[in-house]
């Protein structure tokens, strides 16, 4: 079976530590399903939207010529390249491409050319009315707290509280100005603050910052299936976050996160502070509820199963 990608949701020679999970998520297919053969083709999302449109004669060519059987497209806007490739295609919807004006119109004109739709979560089926949830899946065993580490304490207000924002405060999407302002009514409440901004970070060095901090503030206006959520679970960080995407959904299968109802700076401090004086050291957070769901491997075994459910479809249609 061959795959083509075709996605705007990869890190690139400029951008190297930006959206990492559908990078990964290709490498975790080619280790587990030598077999297939994953090619990837990136269009740079952040250039005009021309970059879209250009593809179009490109694509049906390219999949042609090097015999794929299926295209499986990252983020909605990418399905505007596929307008007139033959093969059956797959598109997976992260969030803002079905949220945020005007990617959400593009894509809910453009999902039916899909042979098959997922979302990466259950809040986007409900926008969309229709799709196989599956979420972005992280390196489980990459991020694990070393047993070294299990038995620190979460620092108390006699030291600084290490706070996590979990992005780049240039991103608006992400509100760093409500994440400031946390912190602010956190002093107030007379805990030191140090910020640390998961911006610009080495991959290989991320899970460090997640081991290394006391708690995350998630503060986004809006997610899909935040990665940094599965990530912070599976380092055993304490996290806090606005109601946005499924955070609600992992939050609920672990005793050290919370999810907030609204966007003010003062309930989001109250969350910390509850939260801080009721969790002990992390050696005691259970985490077990979660691993197998968010795990890379399992997420590729059901994107596997995706592409030889429509290859049969497929080849059933052919045969009649």
Known sequence: MKVLIVTNLHPSPKRPHESPFVKEQVETMRACFPELTIDVRVIEGRRPKWE????????????????????????????????????????????????????????????????????????????????????????????????????????????????????????????????????????????????????????????????DCDIMLLTSFSEGSPTVIKEAIAAKLPFVSVDVGDVREWAALVDFGVVVEGREAKTLSDAVTGLLERIGNRSSFDNSKCLEAMDNVNI?????????????????????
């Open 52 to 211: 879209y449109v250009r593809e179009i004669p490109l694509l049906p060519f390219v999949v042609k010529k090097n015999g794929y059987d299926i295209v499986h497209a990252h983020f909605g806007l990418t399905l505007i390249s596929l307008l007139f490739v033959r093969v059956p295609i797959v598109v997976t919807f992260h969030g803002s491409d079905l949220l945020v004006k005007p990617s959400s119109y593009i894509s809910r004109l453009l999902a039916p050319l899909a042979a098959k739709v997922i979302v990466v979560a259950g809040r986007l089926r409900e926008t969309l009315g229709y799709g196989e949830v599956i979420p972005c899946g992280i390196p489980v065993k990459e991020f694990a707290l070393p047993a070294r580490l299990e038995g620190n304490p979460i620092k108390n207000k006699s030291r600084p509280l290490k706070v996590l924002f979990p992005a780049n405060p240039a991103r608006k999407v992400k509100n760093y100005g409500l994440f400031q302002a946390a912190c602010r009514e956190l002093e107030v409440r007379g805990y030191s603050i140090e910020e640390v901004l998961l911006a610009h970070v080495d991959r290989a060095k991320v899970r460090e910052l997640y081991w």
């Open 300 to 320: 590729a075994k059901r994107i596997k199963g995706v592409y030889d459910e429509i290859l049969a479809v497929h080849e059933l249609k052919k045969s009649d």
